[in-house]
């Protein structure tokens, strides 16, 4: 099984600054990673697949970066819609596919 | 729109049963896979299942193989999950899917909560 390591576990980041949020797999998982976004309540909304595609409708703010083993999601600008929890996931060697335990983003 | 709507849910006790369904609608039903993810109270999303388009390929979590059964209707536009042998580590709010697998959209439903207590 990849294991899917996120860190910091939480970001502390004023609106208008850039967060960077990292994602390590446990053995290589190529670009197949996905990122998605979970605000309290909802369910979650795919941000990124294929590690740096943007999925349709998500802002030009979001953007992902990496491949093999570290992958890093970037926000390069938060708007106060952006505070949740960020999780990554490998999709390369399944089953199962696994998560990451989620990152975080909270308002400085 | 796509539409994913869970219900099921409740609060059953330790080694009881439970079959969660999740309907589908804005979309050919019949032409996708579909999953089930699973998240514990303030916890981590959990893979729990997979199910191909047809129903002719289906994978599990160790955590639950044996235990769950994933199933799918394509008449009906409907999606299951058998849950057998419940223990309270499986609370959790329970989601189904369309396109986790690297997709390039997925959608999720609101989830329905399981609750296993004595």
């Known amino acids: 099984e990849i294991v899917m390591t996120q860190s910091p576990a939480t970001l502390s980041v004023s609106p208008g600054e850039r967060a960077t949020l990292s994602c390590r797999a446990s053995q290589s998982v190529s670009s197949n990673l996905a990122w998605y976004q979970q605000k309290p309540g909802q369910a979650p909304r795919l941000l990124i697949y294929?590690?740096?595609t943007r999925a349709t409708g998500i802002p030009d703010r979001f953007s992902g970066s990496g491949s093999g083993t570290e992958f890093t999601l970037t926000i390069s600008s938060l708007q106060s819609e952006d505070f949740a929890v960020y999780y990554c996931q490998q999709y390369n060697n399944w089953p199962p596919l696994t998560f990451g335990g989620g990152t975080k983003v909270e308002i400085k | 729109q796509v539409q994913l709507v869970e219900s099921g849910g409740g609060l059953v006790k330790p080694g009881g049963s439970l079959r969660l369904s999740c309907a589908a609608s804005g979309f050919t039903f019949s032409d996708y896979y579909m999953s089930w993810i699973r998240q514990a109270p303030g916890k981590g999303l959990e893979w729990v299942s997979y199910i191909s388009s047809s129903g002719s390929t289906i994978y599990y979590a160790d955590s639950v193989k044996g235990r769950l059964t994933i199933s799918r209707d394509n008449a009906k536009n409907s999606l299951y999950l058998q849950m057998n042998s419940l223990r309270a580590e499986d609370t959790a709010v329970y989601y189904c899917?369309?396109?986790?697998?690297?997709?390039?959209?997925?959608?999720w439903g609101q989830g329905t909560l399981v609750t296993v207590s004595s």
């Open positions: 899917a369309r396109g986790i697998v690297g997709a390039t959209s997925s959608y």
């Open positions: 294929g590690a740096s």
